[in-house]
């Protein structure tokens, strides 16, 4: 089965967003490269570009990363307050939901408070302070 992993962009401040979200997920980096690992005659990298991140990927689960990258500012500036996606993060319990709602939203804009919603489940969303939109949502087994 395919597996979907959500990639974000971000404006130079990928590795402190990502120090927040592994702060609440919990877990290790499974990788990290910054733009001057990579850096040849072929591909020459900025000095200010050099310790951004190229490719950072944090486990979510069992099967699941979160990857992300900053974007060289030659290429301009990404819409921090796009409005197009956002990530749905399922929970084992209301308990999770709870936890990953509260620690995630700390600092962002809540659109949505967390609780039971009319889907029959137990849901939230919001902006964080980076600007991605999460749904966090626990579904009871039927």
Do not use: C, Q
Request: charged share 25%; hydrophobic share 40%; no cysteine.
């Amino acid at each position: 089965m395919a597996t979907i992993n959500p990639w974000i962009n971000f404006n130079g401040n990928t590795e402190e967003a990502f120090t927040f979200y592994k702060s609440v997920f919990g877990g290790e980096f499974a990788k990290v490269v910054r733009f001057k690992d990579i850096a040849s005659d072929e591909f020459p990298v900025a000095e200010k570009e050099g310790n951004k991140i190229m490719h950072i990927a944090l486990p979510i689960g069992n099967n699941t990363m979160l990857i992300a990258n900053d974007v060289p500012e030659v290429l301009g500036r990404v819409n921090e307050h796009e409005n197009r996606s956002k990530i749905l993060v399922n929970t084992e319990s209301k308990e999770e939901a709870d936890r990953l709602f509260h620690g995630l939203s700390a600092g962002g804009e809540v659109e949505g408070s967390i609780g039971d919603s009319p889907w029959d489940s137990y849901a939230g969303m919001f902006r964080d302070k980076y600007g991605i939109e999460w749904i966090i949502e626990f579904s009871p087994a039927k």
